[in-house]
């Protein structure tokens, strides 16, 4: 029988690391090898398990990551760009899984963790839950199916107030799908922002739309808009949990695989779709 996964979660007192803490703790085929915060945080020192609400669990958490992945099996990571980035480069260091949820991240980091990607085994997604990558496919489906002069294509999302990046990781997933749809490139395309007199709408492009407030935990939508007719595919998250789990299962899936960029798609078996 294989040994648990050792695994460090990084950014442990946040929203997704306390989630993590928890699924992780109650997961078959995986263990808590370390929590890790940024130098001076509050959380350093504390239990772990203290923090995400579990009660004591014997972690305590650390500001050295190179330590903690040095004798881990994989880190799992919901921070910010510039920490994940940092991470990348350590994992790789320690030859281990790296699953990045970290969204709004440029095309520089971009090229950063496809780099590590020599090294370590990495998974990254704007969106790790099964629900939101099934849509994924929906949407590159249908924008294939249904052509640009007759439909346009709006990505709506709606998050809780605390987030800091616009449009959402899973937001620009959507985009992507429904560009790959059309076999146009995203970036081309998408028009990010609307206000004052912008002139009708180009035909082909991707909106978006972003809304923010209160707790929702992540809400998205694409919109079809045909004469006469809408087609609407959405997702709502209703727990944080779907986005752990689903890290997990990354993480679990990427342990035996060769050094490498990957994506929930590959996780999950819906890359060819
Ligand atoms: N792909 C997916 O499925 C999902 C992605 N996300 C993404 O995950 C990220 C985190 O989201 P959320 O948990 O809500 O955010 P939080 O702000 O609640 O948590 C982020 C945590 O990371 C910590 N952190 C930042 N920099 C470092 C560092 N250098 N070293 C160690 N810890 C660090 C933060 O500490 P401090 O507060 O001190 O900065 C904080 O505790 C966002 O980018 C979000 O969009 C979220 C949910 C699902
Ligand atoms: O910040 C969040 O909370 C979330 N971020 C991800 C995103 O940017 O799409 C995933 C999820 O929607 C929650």
Known sequence: MTDAMKLVVVGASGRMGQALIRIIHEAEG?????????????????DAGEI????????????????????ADGVIDFTAP????????????????????????SPDDEAKFEAAGRHARVVKSGNMSLGVNLLSVLVKQAAKALDAAGWDIEVLEMHHKHKVDAPSGTALLLGDAAAAGRG????????????????????????????????????????LA??????????????????????????LWARD?????????????????
């Open 30 to 46: 995986t263990v808590l090898h370390a929590a890790v915060e940024r130098p001076g945080a509050a959380a350093i020192g504390r």
């Open 82 to 105: 510039a920490a994940s980035v940092e991470f990348a480069a350590l994992a790789a260091q320690a030859r281990i899984v790296h699953v990045i949820g970290t969204t709004g991240c």
């Open 52 to 71: 995400a609400g579990l009660g004591p669990i014997g972690i305590t958490v650390t500001d050295d990551p190179l330590a903690a992945f040095l004798a």
């Open 257 to 273: 695989r060769k050094p490498g960029y990957y994506s929930m798609l590959d996780v999950l078996g819906l890359s060819s779709s």
């Open 184 to 223: 146009i490139d995203l970036a081309d395309h998408s028009v990010r922002v609307r206000d004052g007199h912008t002139g009708p709408r180009e035909q082909g492009s991707i909106g978006f739309a972003t809304l923010r407030g209160g707790s929702v935990v992540g809400d998205h939508s694409v919109v």
């Open 226 to 251: 045909g004469e006469g007719e809408l087609i609407t595919l959405s997702h709502n998250a209703l727990d944080r949990t779907i986005f752990a789990r689903g890290a997990l299962k990354a993480a």
